[in-house]
């Protein structure tokens, strides 16, 4: 897990579990990462979408998630947007509006609720010890089941269903391109690609390219600390040797950029790879059918 570019951290107070992710969701921003860029940080507005906090089947558990979809289009077709450790705050909110503006159905599902309040922590090592280090893969990979089935019954077209996160998010989005074979295509930003693993999370991005089922755009800072340049190239290599889709993917590495250059509300922001990386995910997903 990547926590090292967050050492000043505010906590935050006042809400119990239920009223604060019902409060929570896709608005404010993350705690643990205060201060924020807030002058700089991409306001992207919902006219003419529908958007707003649903919650979503997962057995009997009700899983809370921010949608944002086009207001008059049918059958537009599904991604997936999965968080940073934080949870679904409001840039995550706008990155899945930015999508609905696109024409897709973006839905970004709080995957971290079962285990606790991702934004009511002010600081990183708490929040990954305390939650994210409970999170379980197979628990993350159902969910997102979930939400595909959410949304295929809400009219999204999920036969043409793409995935895309940041950094802990960028993880699983190689993961679930590898467990679901219906998934036409993934954009991972900065997500980890080789290291440790647990009961919980017993494999990596690099373990499963023999089984990926969506090929996968990868956008890596050439000056991210956490993720280094030797794993992203040792990840290229097995792509070579993988199956078609993991033949199919690609690594994208800005030189000047750092971990969450894409995170437009932080000082780790970093426009031109930003912009650029967004202009690519929105033509990758174009090209494998997401659109």
Not at 51 to 56: A, L
Not at 85 to 98: K, Q
Request: proline letters at 5%; one cysteine or more; aromatic letters at 10%.
């Amino acid at each position: 897990m990547l926590i090292e570019e967050f050492e000043t951290l505010v906590p935050r107070r006042g809400f119990n579990r239920r009223d604060f992710v019902r409060a929570s969701v896709g608005s404010g921003f993350a705690a643990a990462v205060l201060p924020t860029l807030a002058q700089t940080a991409i306001k992207t507005d919902s006219e003419g979408l529908v958007v707003g906090e649903v919650t979503i089947p997962v057995g009997n558990f009700k899983m809370p998630a921010y949608r944002a979809a086009p207001a008059n289009r049918k059958n537009a077709p599904l991604v997936l947007v999965v968080s940073e450790i934080f949870g679904v705050h409001e840039y995550i909110a706008d990155v899945a509006r930015r999508f609905a503006k696109a024409g897709c159905f973006a839905v970004a599902p709080e995957l971290f609720v079962r285990q606790g309040d991702a934004q009511s922590y002010g600081e990183v090592a708490r929040l990954v010890a305390e939650v994210i280090s409970k999170v379980p893969d197979a628990q993350v990979m159902g969910d997102l089941d979930a939400s595909v089935a959410w949304a295929r019954a809400q009219g999204a077209d999920t036969t043409h269903a793409g995935i895309t996160g940041f950094c802990w998010g960028g993880r699983i989005v190689w993961l679930y391109a590898a467990h679901n074979p219906a998934l036409k295509a993934g954009v991972a930003w900065y997500g980890r690609l080789v290291g440790s693993t647990s009961a919980l999370t017993p494999t990596n991005p690099i373990d499963l390219v023999a089984t990926q089922h969506a090929p996968v755009l990868g956008l890596y800072g050439g000056e991210d600390s956490g993720i280094p340049l030797a794993s992203v190239e040792q990840m290229r290599k097995a792509l070579a040797g993988g199956s078609a889709a993991a033949r199919a993917s690609e690594i994208v590495v800005y030189p000047d950029a750092g971990h969450a250059f894409h995170a437009d509300y932080r000082p780790s922001y970093r426009a031109a790879a930003a912009e650029d990386g967004w202009k690519r995910a929105l033509a990758w997903f174009k090209a494998h059918g997401v659109a």
